[in-house]
């Protein structure tokens, strides 16, 4: 009965991360199924993946109902919670990647709780039409509607333009301007249109609004950088299927950053500030 729920735990982890934005909501629901799963009669269970997606994703259009409100009042830009890409499953395609992006789930945020179950059921899970009716107790034809709305908010989807290893060639000559302070190194990295966005739910300090431009940008890292000081730990890792950057203050992560390459240049960061977004880089030695 466990060995069966912990071959699904990632799988429905990476289902509720998807639908939540948040890496320790998501591990609540998980557990939530869990219990539910542990008192299940198993007579009425014919297909255990397919049970358990039904309650994550029920439980998960419950939380995102009351957190509509919420992040409507959340002071500054509102970003999900990053994660380690391991975390999430395979990441084997481009495709897979997209799907788990800041910026993918920060689009999602436009639907509502239902078009956004129908949409990362079926453009995430790969899921007929038919599963996704009976996970959410709607028609099929229902289904295919909440779909199309989905689509026509999320607007096309971004795609990597830049092959991978170059992506990480970029990002790391970008780590090493950040550690050096090298500002011009930073500058010929940026695209002239460059948008930093910063999250830091009014727990530490961020900017309220986009900073826009390579000139206000460069000098907003370099305040970051200057804030952390020789001894801030700045190293390479991979965040949500993309390349980035995690920066410690001794053990303590105090800041992700997710990092969108296209055409060769750096075109938008997302900079996670808030500590309580912060857990699943809590490790030393994440990298």
């Given amino acids: 009965m466990v060995d069966e729920f ?7 982890f ?3 991360y998807r639908m939540l934005g948040s890496a320790a909501e998501a591990e609540d629901v998980v557990q939530d199924a869990y219990l539910r799963w ?3 009669d198993r007579r009425n269970v014919e297909t255990p993946g397919a049970w358990l997606a039904k309650v994550v994703t029920n439980l998960c259009l419950n939380r995102l109902t009351a ?3 919420t ?3 959340y002071v500054g830009p509102w970003l999900p919670e990053p994660v380690e890409s391991a975390a999430l499953g395979p990441l084997e395609t481009v495709e897979q990647r997209e799907a788990v992006s800041m910026a993918f789930l920060t689009l999602l945020e436009r639907l509502t709780p239902p078009e956004r179950a129908v949409f990362v059921l079926r453009e995430a899970f790969s899921y007929g039409y038919r ?3 009976e996970v959410l107790d709607l028609s099929e034809t229902h289904c295919r509607q909440l779909l199309i709305r989905a689509r026509k908010r999320m607007g096309e989807p971004r795609r990597f ?3 991978g290893e170059q992506r990480r060639r970029i990002v790391e000559r970008f780590l090493d301007a950040a550690r050096g302070g090298d500002l011009a190194e930073l500058e010929r990295l940026l695209a002239v249109d460059v948008v930093v966005w910063s999250d830091g739910g009014g727990r530490v300090g961020a900017a309220l609004r986009p900073v826009e431009g390579r000139d206000k940008v460069v000098r907003f890292l370099a305040g970051i950088a200057a804030k952390f000081g020789p001894g801030g730990g700045f190293a390479h890792t991979e965040v949500n299927g993309e390349e980035g950057i995690v920066v410690r203050a001794g053990d303590m992560v105090v800041a992700v950053f997710a990092i969108e390459v296209t055409e060769g240049r750096i075109t938008t960061v997302r900079a996670v500030l808030n500590p309580d977004k912060l857990s699943r880089f809590a490790a ?3 990298q």
């Fill in 131 to 133: 599963e996704i009716a």
């Fill in 6 to 12: 912990e071959e699904l735990r990632r799988r429905m």
């Fill in 38 to 40: 542990h008192t299940a």
């Fill in 14 to 16: 990476g289902l509720a």
């Fill in 67 to 69: 957190a509509r409100a």
């Fill in 161 to 163: 333009d830049v092959p």
């Fill in 284 to 286: 030393p030695g994440c």
């Fill in 71 to 73: 992040r409507e009042s």
